[in-house]
């Protein structure tokens, strides 16, 4: 029977447009018997109406129902007193329906099987490649083998290679489950394991024990490769995210190397520049929500070098009304600039009030793509990035510039910089705006994976400090591998230990590290710095 009314279904296909409409089918449900309603039910699904695959889920969940009063069909939702009447092509309500106004559109087992291939069949079929290969990803997931003959029938004329390779697998899973010959679904069970992923994993454990020896061999064969090809894919993972929390630790701790390596200034206050980077990312989503909504996806473009300013500028004031009375004296350098972290998330906590603030993602940087059996988000992806071209700029600046030459050598022998006419406390207040600015630019890029709110600053100072300290006050490059070692350290132990110990594990590891080599990975050279 199925065979007949599938056949009839891409027979159907064939035939010109004089075919009878989707609605004059659907008035054809109620009559006959199940036999003639299998029949309609593969010409509704042969019209391609993107209308028919909800009249077919009401006629399969029995809620399809003829009026009494003038024979409309209608979706009725509910019973006794709630039920409630829906026009099943569109879904608008009609209303309350009352006792004993419709009949029921009958259905049985040997129908019901028709109108899950029909369903199939219908969304197999559409005109556009995605909704296809959404569709057979789905029966790869659920395989049915009653829907063999559609999906047979819909790879014979699929052209899109990506769907043909996806309807193939489809029909592989079904074939697991169906009655063909041993040779069939051993085959079957090769190509879901090529497949692979969790789903194929979920598929083959289940044929582990089948009753056909050579089905159940073959099954544990190809959970043994899925499972050792998802066992290095974990590593993969793992590592993908130690690189983004690498990415994180970087952007947040090299402007503080930059200020501590050059000018030895504890900054308790970094922690807070970030925050105010990330508030000015919010403020300008906000006046471009306002005034030029067409702009939002060029917002963090817009907000980054603002954000440099603004978190530059706060810097270079704290630098000349508090820090450069302070130098040489650290606890009151330490002191007075966490004073300063408290003065901003008090403003902050007036201007903004103390709950979360709300920074979109450009549509650029929302979702995710699948790379193996890793799933990478476009935001982390694209912060990796950032984090590099801001590490790359700063060093051609550093390299390159005028302003970079006189920095490096305030930093190697500031005495001998002095008196070679280098204004010092000129390039200590801009070297601290320029710490201050990238503190900023890593806000820009933490208020797309975390909470903007006057706390955030506080969870990155310490980690901020430990990359410093762990790849070497004041040298870029040991800020760069101690950020990415670290970060892939803290993930490759969060799954043994836990987050908090692996934390802690790493704060023991820093410790004992800094006992035989204090300066660092990378320590500065330098004639004062040696000095």
């Avoid at 209303?95 to 019901?112: E, H, I, M, Q």
């Avoid at 069949?121 to 296809?132: E, G, H």
């Avoid at 069970?189 to 992923?197: Q, Y």
């Amino acid at each position: 029977m199925r065979l007949i009314v599938t056949a009839l279904l891409w027979i159907l296909l064939a035939l010109p447009s004089a075919a009878a409409s989707l609605e004059e089918l659907i008035a054809k449900l109620p009559d006959g018997s199940f036999t003639d309603r299998a029949e309609v039910v593969a010409e509704i699904a042969a019209t391609g109406d993107p209308r028919a695959a909800a009249v077919l889920s009401a006629l399969g969940d029995g809620e399809l129902a003829a009026q009494k009063a003038d024979g409309a069909l209608v979706r009725v939702v509910g019973r006794g007193a709630s039920a409630t009447a829906y026009d099943p092509l569109t879904g608008t309500e009609i209303g309350p329906v009352a006792s004993r106004s419709t009949d029921a559109v009958k259905v049985n087992n040997s129908l019901r099987r028709t109108i899950r291939s029909a369903l199939a069949t219908l969304t197999l079929m559409n005109p556009d490649p995605a909704q296809r290969l959404a569709a057979a990803g789905e029966a790869f997931r659920n395989p049915d083998p009653e829907q063999l003959e559609a999906l047979g029938a819909a790879l014979a004329k699929e052209t899109d290679a990506r769907v043909k390779a996806a309807l193939a697998d489809a029909q592989a899973a079904a074939t697991l489950g169906s009655d063909a010959a041993s040779e069939a679904r051993v085959a079957a069970v090769g190509v879901v394991g090529t497949h692979g992923g969790s789903d194929a994993l979920k598929l083959l454990t289940q044929m582990q024990t089948d009753k056909d020896p050579a089905v159940a061999e073959a099954a544990k064969s190809a959970v043994a490769e899925i499972e050792r090809s998802q066992e290095m894919w974990a590593l993969a993972q793992n590592l993908w995210f130690g690189l983004s929390l690498g990415s994180v630790l970087l952007l947040a701790a090299v402007g503080l190397a930059i200020t501590f390596g050059v000018m030895g200034v504890i900054n308790m206050a970094h922690g807070e520049l970030i925050m105010i980077g990330a508030y000015t990312t919010f403020v300008t989503q906000e006046l471009i929500r306002t005034h030029a909504p067409q702009l939002f996806d060029w917002s963090l473009a817009i907000a980054a070098p603002l954000a440099f300013l603004v978190a530059g500028g706060i810097g270079v004031a704290i630098e000349r009304g508090i820090v450069r009375f302070l130098y040489g004296r650290p606890l009151e350098t330490l002191l007075a600039t966490w004073g300063v972290s408290l003065i901003l998330q008090q403003l902050v906590r007036t201007f903004f009030g103390p709950s979360n603030r709300e920074v979109g993602n450009p549509g650029w940087m929302s979702g995710s793509f699948q790379l193996g059996e890793m799933l990478v988000t476009w935001n982390r992806f694209y912060i990796i990035i950032f984090a590099l071209l801001v590490f790359a700029g700063l060093q051609l600046l550093l390299k390159r510039s005028l302003f970079g030459l006189q920095m490096r050598a305030v930093t190697q022998n500031r005495p001998m910089a002095s008196e070679m006419g280098i204004r010092t406390a000129r390039v200590d207040a801009l070297t601290f705006g320029l710490g201050a600015g990238i503190a900023g630019l890593a806000g820009v890029a933490l208020s797309q994976i975390d909470n903007v709110s006057p706390n955030l600053g506080q969870g990155y100072i310490i980690d901020s400090f430990l990359v410093v300290v762990f790849g070497g006050a004041g040298n870029l490059w040991g800020t760069f591998a101690a950020a990415f070692s670290l970060g892939i350290a803290n993930k490759f132990l969060e799954p043994f230990a836990g987050a908090v110990l692996g934390k802690i594990l790493i704060l023991v590891f820093i410790i004992l590290f800094i006992q035989k080599r204090p300066r660092g990975l990378f320590p500065q050279r330098g004639r004062a710095v040696e000095a």
